[in-house]
């Protein structure tokens, strides 16, 4: 018999996902790369979105950068959202959709790793730090007398050196959106938070390119991360597979069934009463009280009621 994995632990997935923060920061600062090499990259690609002319970072960062009741928010969103949506999504994934959550963390972690491949071997130099004569401003530095970030990056006021602002390519702010988008949309049940769901990576790709913390091909990039990090982690469920849903395995369902099956048992109807072989032979250890499937407390029972052809004719 395949040996099923043990249910999901919350604090060993805590410490996962701790792990793959420090490996994102870590990794961000190790991969800071010659400052030269990135602005030559960060050129290389206005280059080729201007030839196919799809440089839609250009008007969108004028319009921010010229109207604060845009790039302030936008500023906030940048700042704040990629750090709080994402953990939000597991934890509810893990929470209200368990059958969902292993493939959705591996996906993630998959391409987070990705990307940082893609910091390492293609640092980029963002379209704010590039020369001024190129039309690009930095919102951040611009509106940071609003928020708790300072000129330098969007990390907190003083501490902008301990982030490498060369690390454009690709976007994870697009990715990380883009795999809470689509987990929502496919697991919540309400049409609106479905609808905000698909709404959120949009939003995000227009913000990363308004505050000029990213070319669209960053962008584009991001989803191809994500894109590729699925077929990993669909690779690894195929060549591992897990066995049953986290539910089941944390229920222990499957086992006790396979259990009652080995027996030559039947497992019980869903009254709750026992199968009609077994009636009579084995005692009623819950004294009577059982819950139906629409209740929450458990009611108490006659026998006519587990039994319709007990009841008196």
């Known amino acids: 018999m395949t040996k099923r994995p043990g249910p999901t632990r919350w604090w060993a997935e805590l410490l996962l996902l701790g792990l793959l923060y420090g490996a994102y920061s870590g990794g961000r600062l190790l991969a800071r790369g010659d400052a030269d090499l990135a602005v030559d990259h960060g050129l290389a690609i206005l280059r080729v979105e201007e030839l196919l002319r799809i440089d839609f970072e250009r008007p969108l960062n004028r319009l921010f950068s010229g109207t604060g009741v845009l790039g302030i928010p936008a500023d906030f969103a940048y700042a704040s959202l990629h750090y709080l949506i994402t953990p939000a999504v597991l934890v509810w994934l893990y929470r209200r959709r368990p059958a969902h959550y292993r493939s959705a963390r591996t996906w993630l972690v998959a391409s987070t790793l990705l990307a940082l491949a893609g910091f390492a071997l293609l640092p980029t130099c963002p379209p704010r730090l590039l020369d001024a004569s190129y039309g690009f401003t930095d919102t951040m530095a611009r509106y940071s007398a609003y928020g708790w970030w300072g000129g330098e990056a969007s990390a907190p006021r003083g501490l902008g050196a301990l982030t490498n602002q060369y690390a454009a390519m690709p976007s994870l702010h697009v990715g990380w959106a883009l795999w809470c988008g689509l ?103 819950s004294g009577g009280w059982d819950t139906s499937a629409r209740e929450l407390l458990p009611a108490r029972r006659s026998p006519a009621e587990d039994d319709p052809a007990a009841a008196p004719r």
């Open 183 to 285: 987990l929502v949309w496919r697991c919540a049940r309400r049409p609106l938070v479905r609808a905000l769901g698909l709404a959120y990576p949009a939003l995000t790709a227009v913000v990363v390119m308004g505050t000029a913390n990213h070319y669209f091909l960053d962008a584009v990039a991001g989803a191809a991360v994500m894109g590729a990090g699925l077929l990993i982690a669909r690779g690894l469920a195929a060549r591992w597979p897990g066995g049953g849903s986290v539910a089941a395995r944390r229920s222990g369902g499957g086992s006790v069934r396979e259990a009652l099956s080995s027996a030559g048992a039947e497992p019980a109807g869903p009254s709750g009463a026992q199968p009609a072989r077994f009636r009579g032979t084995s005692p009623i250890v």
